[in-house]
C-alpha cells in the first residue's frame, strides 16, 4: 500500500492529525496497536456540570464521527509496525495486524471467556461503551501459539480468531503520535496506592465515572469527604520528572467540580503547590472553586489506613505542624510520563527532549530525522485541545515537507 | 468545523457570484508572529499584507507589504472582507480573502490594584525586562545588598509567559553582584516545558519565593520607602521587607483593536475581549467566522512556545479554504425568500456565524453559513430555509410513540452509541443543530401522534452554534409552559443537553419518558 503518511498511534492526536491531513488533501494511515481507537481519552469521563466544562473529552467522539465520512483512509486498529527500512527518502513498513475479535452483536458478557484465557488483560472491557474487547497484542494466539480456549467455550460463537495478517505500506513521512505512559503511582509508596483501600488515581476515577462505574465502588451514604492530591510523579525530580505535567490541576479541579455538582453534599480538599490556570475564566472558576472545596497548600507525606479503615493524609500544616486528616477516598492526581511507542529496533534515532519525551525542546513538531514527525503528549505532557492544536502544527509541517519532497528539493 | 453529511450540487443565480473573492490575507500585529505568518502565507501563494498599529516599530527590511494605521471598521464574509483601513490622516477601503488577528497582547499595569504610582522604584515586568535588554543600570542601593522584590499572580492571575519572563529577568540579574531577589506568588505557572526545573534552579541558587494563598502582602510607603508587609505563610510570622525595587507583573490580555473584527460576529459577547469562543470545538486558530482567525492573544494563548502553533494553524487554515473559494461546489445553506423578508434583520443580528450580511437586503454567504437553521426558526415571517435538507427530512415521518430530536454534532454521535435495541420504539430525527428546533416541529411530531418528544443538544459552552442549544432549551421551555397553560398535562416534552460522550442522558431522558 502506497501512502503519503503513516500515523503510529491511534489517539486523539492521531485521529485529529489524520483529519487534518486529509482536508489538505494529503493521503495517511493509522496504526494502532489497541483494539480501539482512542487512546486514553476514550477512558475519560464527560466533565460537563450544568455547563460545559472545557475537558476536550469528546472531540474523540467528534474527531471519530468525522472521519467516518472520510475515503480512503484505513485506520488499523490491533496493529503494530513488525518491520522498518528506508531508501531514497521513503519508508517501507510493515505492519502486523491482528485480525482476532469480539462480535459484539453476539456477545452477551457471560464472562467465560474471560475466566478461561491464560493471559491477564487480553480481554477487556472498554470504558467508553462497556463492550468486551480482545488485544491482540496481548492474546497469544494471535501471536502464533495455538490456544482457541476463548473461542471454544463461548456459548454465543461471539469469538471470532483469525490469524494475523501482514500488511506492507511504504510512506514518505512518518507522524509518530504515541502518546504517553500515566506515572504509576505504586511507584511512590509512601501515598498508599495499591496498599491502602480507598486510594485512586485520577484516570480510575475518570474511567468509572465514563462507565457509570462510580456510584457501586463507594456507597453514596458513605462518601461524604474526597481528597484530591496534585503533583504525584510531577514536578519531582526525586521520582524522574523536573516538570510540570500542565494537565493534573484543570483534572483535579474539573473531577472536582463534577463530583461536587453530582453529590453536593460532598466535602472535597485539594492538595496542591500551585494551581496551574486551565482555561480562560481561571480567576472566576478559581473563586467559586474556593467556595465549594478546600485548598490546602502542602504535599503529603504519607498516606495510610487510619481509623475505622478509612485512609487518611499526614502533612505539614500550619505554623510547620505534622497533622492527619482522614477521607474517605483520596485520589492522587498522577502526572504524565514519556510514551513507550511500539517501534522497530532499526527505527531512526529521534531526538530526545530534556524531560524525556521525543523532539525538541521547544514543543516543535520535527523529531530528528528527515520526514519523521512526532506530535501530541509523545512530544511532552499536553492537554487534548493542545494535543489537537500540535496535530494542526504537525500537519502544516509534514504538507510543507511532502511539497518539497515531491520537487525534488530533499533527497 | 462540522462538515454535513448531504453536500450536493446547488447553484441558483441568488449566490453573488464568487469570480470576484480575493485571496489575499491582512494580518493584524506586526511583531514577529505577524510577519511570520505573512512570510508563510506569501511563499504559498496567498498575498499577504501586515497591519501594525501606530505606536509600534516597523521591522527593518521585510518582503511583505507593511501598513502602520489601524482599523476603523471591517465588513464582509470571507474572499470578500471590506476593511477600512485609518493610515496617519488618510483612510481608505481595500478588500480583504482572510483576516488574521495576531497582535500582540495588550498590557495592563496593576500599579493601581497596589495602590502604588509610577514610580523609579515601581517597575512593570516587561518594562523591567526591556530596560536590561537595552543594557540598563540597576538603581542606586541603599545598602551593600540590593533587594528587588517581584510580585506574580497576585490580584489578578498571571500567565506562563510572564513566569518565564519573570525567570529570565532572574537569570540577567545574576550578572550583576550582590543583588537579592524575592518573589512574592500566589499560583507560580510552570505549566510549559522547561519552567519547573529553571524555577528550582533560581531556588537553589538563592531566590526566595513566597506563596501566599489569599492575604495579600501589602505594599506602602514609610519615609519616601518601600515598606511590604506580609505573614510569612509557612512560619505564619509577620514580617517586612524594605526592598529597592519593586517588579509587578501585568495583567494580559488580547489587544483592543480587534473590536472592530469582533463586531463582525452578532455572537461576540459569548467570546468577548477574545475573538474565538472558548469551547473545545473550535480548534486551532478558528473562529465562529469562516476566513476570521485569531493568533495567540487574540484566542487567550499567551506562551510563546504554543504561538509557533497558532501560526501554522492558521497557515493550514487558509490552506484548507483556498480550494473552497473557487469550488463551484456550494453545500446546503440558508436561503432568503425575497417575496417573503420584510427587513427586519432578525437573521442578521443572530446569525452565531456572522454568515448573514446586509447589501440592500438580508445576504446569506454560502461559505460561511454552517447551516445551523438558528436563522429558519427565528426568522418571524418563515422567509428562510435551510436547501436542500429540510425537504427530505420531512417526507420521512414515521408513527413513533416516542420522537428524539438531536443535533447532528453531540446528539448524533451519542444516539450511535446506545443499544438499537433500546430504540426500537423512538423515532430519531438529526437536526443541523438543536438550535433549529422549530414550535412547528414538535406540534407536527405531537400531530402524527408522538407521546413524548426529547430534544437533544450540546451542553451550554460547547454547541457548536454558540447559543444554538441554550435557544432551543428556551423554545422547549415555552412550549412546555404553553401546554401546561392548556391544561394539557400529558404531552411530555423534555430538553436535554449532552455531549458525544454522555449517552445515557438520552438513555435516562428516554427511560423517563417511558414512564
Request: hydrophobic share 40%.
Given at each position: 500500500m502506497k501512502k503519503d503518511v503513516l500515523i503510529v498511534g491511534g489517539?486523539?492526536?492521531?485521529?485529529?492529525?489524520?483529519?487534518?491531513?486529509?482536508?489538505?488533501?494529503?493521503?495517511?494511515?493509522?496504526?494502532?496497536?489497541?483494539?480501539?481507537?482512542?487512546?486514553?481519552?476514550?477512558?475519560?469521563?464527560?466533565?460537563?456540570?450544568?455547563?460545559?466544562?472545557?475537558?476536550?473529552?469528546?472531540?474523540?467522539?467528534?474527531?471519530?464521527?468525522?472521519?467516518?465520512?472520510?475515503?480512503?483512509?484505513?485506520?488499523?486498529?490491533?496493529?503494530?509496525?513488525?518491520?522498518?527500512?528506508?531508501?531514497?527518502?521513503?519508508?517501507?513498513?510493515?505492519?502486523?495486524?491482528?485480525?482476532?475479535?469480539i462480535i459484539n452483536e453476539k456477545c452477551d458478557d457471560c464472562g467465560l471467556c474471560k475466566k478461561i484465557c491464560p493471559v491477564d488483560g487480553a480481554l477487556f472491557h472498554a470504558a467508553f461503551d462497556s463492550k468486551l474487547y480482545l488485544s491482540n497484542e496481548k492474546c497469544i494466539n494471535a501471536l502464533g501459539v495455538h490456544c482457541e480456549a476463548c473461542a471454544q467455550i463461548c456459548p454465543q460463537g461471539a469469538v471470532d480468531l483469525h490469524e494475523s495478517r501482514d500488511i506492507e505500506i511504504e510512506t514518505s513521512s512518518i507522524a509518530v503520535c504515541s502518546g504517553f505512559t500515566p506515572f504509576d503511582a505504586s511507584q511512590k509508596p509512601r501515598l498508599g496506592f495499591r496498599r491502602t483501600p480507598g486510594v485512586f488515581t485520577t484516570i480510575e476515577i475518570d474511567s468509572l465515572l465514563r462507565s457509570n462505574n462510580f456510584e457501586p465502588v463507594?456507597?453514596?451514604?458513605?462518601?461524604?469527604?474526597?481528597?484530591?492530591?496534585?503533583?504525584?510523579?510531577?514536578?519531582?525530580?526525586?521520582?524522574?520528572?523536573?516538570?510540570?505535567?500542565?494537565?493534573?490541576?484543570?483534572?483535579?479541579?474539573?473531577?472536582?467540580?463534577?463530583?461536587?455538582?453530582?453529590?453536593?453534599?460532598?466535602?472535597?480538599?485539594?492538595?496542591?503547590?500551585?494551581?496551574?490556570?486551565?482555561?480562560?475564566?481561571?480567576?472566576?472558576?478559581?473563586?467559586?472553586?474556593?467556595?465549594?472545596?478546600?485548598?490546602?497548600?502542602?504535599?503529603?507525606?504519607e498516606i495510610r489506613t487510619g481509623e475505622n479503615g478509612r485512609p487518611e493524609i499526614i502533612f505539614q500544616g500550619n505554623d510547620d505542624v505534622k497533622q492527619s486528616i482522614p477521607y474517605d477516598m483520596i485520589v492522587l492526581s498522577i502526572g504524565i510520563r514519556p510514551g513507550r511507542p511500539d517501534l522497530p529496533r532499526n527505527f531512526p534515532a529521534m531526538w530526545k527532549n530534556r524531560e524525556g519525551f521525543i523532539g525538541s525542546d521547544d514543543q516543535d513538531v520535527a523529531a530528528g530525522h528527515p520526514g519523521i514527525f512526532v506530535a501530541g503528549t509523545a512530544q511532552g505532557p499536553k492537554s487534548i485541545t493542545n494535543c489537537v492544536s500540535q496535530a494542526i502544527f504537525a500537519a502544516s509541517r509534514i504538507k510543507r515537507y511532502l511539497d518539497r519532497t515531491k520537487k525534488g528539493e530533499f533527497k | 468545523m462540522s462538515r454535513r453529511v448531504t453536500e450536493s450540487v446547488f447553484l441558483s443565480g441568488e449566490y453573488k457570484s464568487r469570480e470576484r473573492a480575493s485571496n489575499k490575507a491582512l494580518i493584524l500585529g506586526g511583531d514577529e508572529y505577524g510577519i511570520r505568518i505573512a512570510e508563510l502565507l506569501t511563499r504559498e501563494g496567498v498575498p499577504s499584507t501586515v497591519l501594525i498599529g501606530p505606536d509600534e516599530t516597523p521591522p527593518k527590511d521585510s518582503r511583505v507589504e507593511i501598513i502602520q494605521?489601524?482599523?476603523?471598521?471591517?465588513?464582509?464574509?470571507?474572499?470578500?472582507?471590506?476593511?477600512?483601513?485609518?493610515?496617519?490622516?488618510?483612510?481608505?477601503?481595500?478588500?480583504?480573502?482572510?483576516?488574521?488577528?495576531?497582535?500582540?497582547?495588550?498590557?495592563?499595569?496593576?500599579?493601581?490594584?497596589?495602590?502604588?504610582?509610577?514610580?523609579?522604584?515601581?517597575?512593570?515586568?516587561?518594562?523591567?525586562?526591556?530596560?536590561?535588554?537595552?543594557?540598563?543600570?540597576?538603581?542606586?542601593?541603599?545598602?551593600?545588598?540590593?533587594?528587588?522584590?517581584?510580585?506574580?499572580?497576585?490580584?489578578?492571575?498571571?500567565?506562563?509567559?510572564?513566569?518565564?519572563?519573570?525567570?529570565s529577568i532572574l537569570d540577567r540579574l545574576e550578572a550583576f553582584d550582590q543583588v537579592q531577589s524575592y518573589v512574592f506568588a500566589n499560583n507560580l505557572k510552570v505549566s510549559s516545558e522547561g519552567l519547573d526545573a529553571w524555577y528550582r534552579d533560581h531556588r537553589?541558587?538563592?531566590?526566595?519565593?513566597?506563596?501566599?494563598?489569599s492575604d495579600d502582602p501589602q505594599i506602602?510607603?514609610?519615609?519616601?520607602?518601600?515598606?511590604?508587609?506580609?505573614?510569612?505563610?509557612?512560619?505564619?510570622?509577620?514580617?517586612?521587607?524594605?526592598?529597592?525595587?519593586?517588579?509587578?507583573?501585568?495583567?494580559?490580555?488580547?489587544?483592543?483593536?480587534?473590536?472592530?473584527?469582533?463586531?463582525?460576529?452578532?455572537?461576540?459577547?459569548?467570546?468577548?475581549?477574545?475573538?474565538?469562543?472558548?469551547?473545545?470545538?473550535?480548534?486551532?486558530?478558528?473562529?465562529?467566522?469562516?476566513?476570521?482567525?485569531?493568533?495567540?492573544?487574540?484566542?487567550?494563548?499567551?506562551?510563546?512556545?504554543?504561538?509557533?502553533?497558532?501560526?501554522?494553524?492558521?497557515?493550514?487554515?487558509?490552506?484548507?479554504?483556498?480550494?473552497?473559494?473557487?469550488?463551484?461546489?456550494?453545500?446546503?445553506?440558508?436561503?432568503?425568500?425575497?417575496?417573503?423578508?420584510?427587513?427586519?434583520?432578525?437573521?442578521?443580528?443572530?446569525?452565531?456565524?456572522?454568515?448573514?450580511?446586509?447589501?440592500?437586503?438580508?445576504?446569506?454567504?454560502?461559505?460561511?453559513?454552517?447551516?445551523?437553521?438558528?436563522?429558519?426558526?427565528?426568522?418571524?415571517?418563515?422567509a428562510i430555509e435551510i436547501r436542500p435538507a429540510n425537504a427530505e427530512m420531512i417526507e420521512e415521518s414515521k408513527t413513533a410513540p416516542l420522537k428524539l430530536f438531536v443535533c447532528s454534532h453531540s446528539g448524533l454521535q451519542a444516539v450511535s452509541k446506545i443499544n438499537s435495541n433500546f430504540l426500537t420504539d423512538v423515532e430519531i430525527i438529526p437536526l443541523p443543530c438543536a438550535g433549529s428546533i422549530s414550535p412547528n416541529m414538535m406540534l407536527k411530531a405531537l400531530q402524527e401522534g408522538a407521546k413524548g418528544i426529547v430534544v437533544a443538544g450540546c451542553f451550554k459552552g460547547n454547541c457548536a452554534s454558540i447559543y444554538g442549544s441554550t435557544l432551543a432549551d428556551s423554545r422547549v421551555a415555552q412550549m412546555v409552559q404553553t401546554f401546561q397553560s392548556v391544561r394539557m398535562d400529558k404531552v411530555k416534552i423534555e430538553f436535554v443537553y449532552l455531549a458525544g460522550n454522555t449517552p445515557d442522558r438520552i438513555v435516562d431522558a428516554i427511560t423517563r419518558m417511558k414512564k
Open positions: 489517539g486523539i492526536t492521531g485521529l485529529s492529525l489524520a483529519w487534518e491531513l486529509s482536508r489538505l488533501e494529503v493521503d495517511s494511515i493509522l496504526v494502532e496497536r489497541a483494539p480501539v481507537l482512542g487512546g486514553h481519552v476514550s477512558q475519560l469521563t464527560c466533565k460537563a456540570t450544568d455547563a460545559c466544562q472545557k475537558c476536550g473529552a469528546c472531540l474523540l467522539e467528534d474527531y471519530l464521527s468525522k472521519l467516518s465520512h472520510i475515503n480512503n483512509l484505513p485506520l488499523l486498529v490491533n496493529s503494530r509496525i513488525d518491520s522498518f527500512d528506508e531508501a531514497h527518502g521513503k519508508f517501507k513498513t510493515l505492519v502486523f495486524q491482528g485480525q482476532s475479535k463507594l456507597n453514596q451514604e458513605e462518601l461524604k469527604s474526597i481528597a484530591f492530591v496534585q503533583c504525584v510523579g510531577s514536578r519531582d525530580p526525586k521520582s524522574g520528572a523536573n516538570y510540570c505535567s500542565q494537565i493534573c490541576c484543570g483534572v483535579s479541579v474539573r473531577l472536582a467540580r463534577l463530583l461536587k455538582s453530582r453529590f453536593p453534599e460532598l466535602e472535597i480538599t485539594i492538595f496542591y503547590m500551585d494551581i496551574q490556570t486551565f482555561e480562560r475564566q481561571f480567576d472566576e472558576t478559581m473563586r467559586q472553586a474556593v467556595k465549594d472545596m478546600t485548598f490546602i497548600r502542602s504535599m503529603p507525606s | 494605521g489601524s482599523i476603523l471598521s471591517s465588513s464582509g464574509f470571507i474572499g470578500n472582507f471590506d476593511v477600512c483601513i485609518q493610515e496617519s490622516n488618510d483612510h481608505y477601503e481595500r478588500k480583504f480573502g482572510f483576516i488574521i488577528a495576531a497582535q500582540p497582547a495588550f498590557r495592563a499595569s496593576k500599579n493601581r490594584l497596589f495602590s502604588l504610582s509610577d514610580s523609579e522604584n515601581v517597575w512593570s515586568l516587561s518594562a523591567f525586562r526591556k530596560h536590561l535588554d537595552s543594557g540598563g543600570r540597576l538603581p542606586e542601593r541603599k545598602g551593600p545588598w540590593l533587594h528587588i522584590a517581584f510580585f506574580f499572580d497576585l490580584k489578578g492571575a498571571s500567565e506562563i509567559s510572564q513566569f518565564e519572563e519573570l525567570l537553589r541558587r538563592g531566590v526566595v519565593f513566597f506563596k501566599f494563598d506602602s510607603f514609610r519615609n519616601k520607602e518601600l515598606v511590604i508587609e506580609f505573614v510569612e505563610p509557612l512560619l505564619k510570622e509577620e514580617m517586612e521587607l524594605t526592598p529597592d525595587l519593586i517588579v509587578l507583573d501585568e495583567i494580559l490580555g488580547p489587544s483592543p483593536s480587534i473590536r472592530p473584527i469582533l463586531e463582525m460576529i452578532p455572537s461576540w459577547p459569548s467570546s468577548a475581549p477574545y475573538l474565538q469562543p472558548e469551547s473545545t470545538r473550535f480548534n486551532g486558530v478558528e473562529t465562529q467566522k469562516a476566513g476570521v482567525f485569531a493568533v495567540g492573544p487574540a484566542r487567550g494563548v499567551f506562551d510563546q512556545r504554543s504561538l509557533r502553533a497558532d501560526i501554522e494553524a492558521a497557515r493550514v487554515s487558509i490552506l484548507q479554504a483556498l480550494p473552497e473559494l473557487s469550488s463551484l461546489i456550494v453545500k446546503e445553506t440558508a436561503f432568503i425568500d425575497r417575496n417573503k423578508c420584510t427587513f427586519c434583520l432578525t437573521c442578521v443580528r443572530l446569525c452565531p456565524h456572522g454568515a448573514i450580511g446586509f447589501d440592500f437586503r438580508p445576504e446569506v454567504d454560502p461559505m460561511s453559513c454552517k447551516s445551523c437553521g438558528v436563522c429558519v426558526v427565528e426568522c418571524p415571517m418563515s
